[in-house]
């Protein structure tokens, strides 16, 4: 069945679409996956967290987030400790290696991004602010 204003597709579309876009990029620039780049990110705008919080806040498994902390952490982008609180939980969080390359491949991806919002001739500030108010929508459900 074709719907012509199905909105669920255009969105799984274009979210897939920047998804590989910025992986594109940062590999090329950074050496970066961008699911390891997001990570980097959350850790960033969550502080030292655990492991259970990122995982939550990623929407995947710790399993999954296990690895990829793993892998950033051998290569000195975060640190990984005990959590003082005691349990089998563990701390995470930026090194200042891992906090420049967030701040410096971030910049790049949103520079390289709202230049393809306006080359489509969509105004940057108005899809940002009509974005935020469907995220904002959607935590709220």
């Known amino acids: 069945m074709?719907?012509?204003?199905?909105?669920?597709?255009?969105?799984?579309?274009l979210v897939s679409r920047l998804d590989r876009a910025g992986d594109r990029i940062l590999r090329a620039n950074h050496g970066l996956s961008y699911r390891r780049f997001m990570v980097l990110v959350m850790v960033g705008e969550l502080g030292a967290?655990?492991?259970?919080?990122l995982a939550d806040s990623l929407a995947v498994t710790e399993p999954s987030v296990s690895r990829m902390i793993a892998a950033l952490a051998g290569t000195g982008l975060l640190t990984v400790a005990p959590d003082p609180a005691g349990g089998n939980r563990r701390r995470i969080a930026l090194t200042d290696?891992?906090?420049?390359?967030?701040?410096?491949?971030g910049t790049e991806l949103i520079q390289r991004l709202t230049q393809l919002v306006e080359s489509s001739g969509v105004p940057f500030e108005?899809?940002?602010?009509?974005t935020r108010r469907l995220n904002a929508a959607l935590?709220?459900?």
């Open 2 to 13: 074709n719907h012509p204003n199905n909105l669920g597709l255009e969105l799984h579309t």
């Open 49 to 53: 967290s655990t492991q259970r919080e």
């Open 97 to 105: 290696s891992g906090r420049t390359l967030v701040n410096r491949a």
């Open 126 to 130: 108005t899809y940002l602010a009509h």
């Open 139 to 141: 935590q709220g459900s």
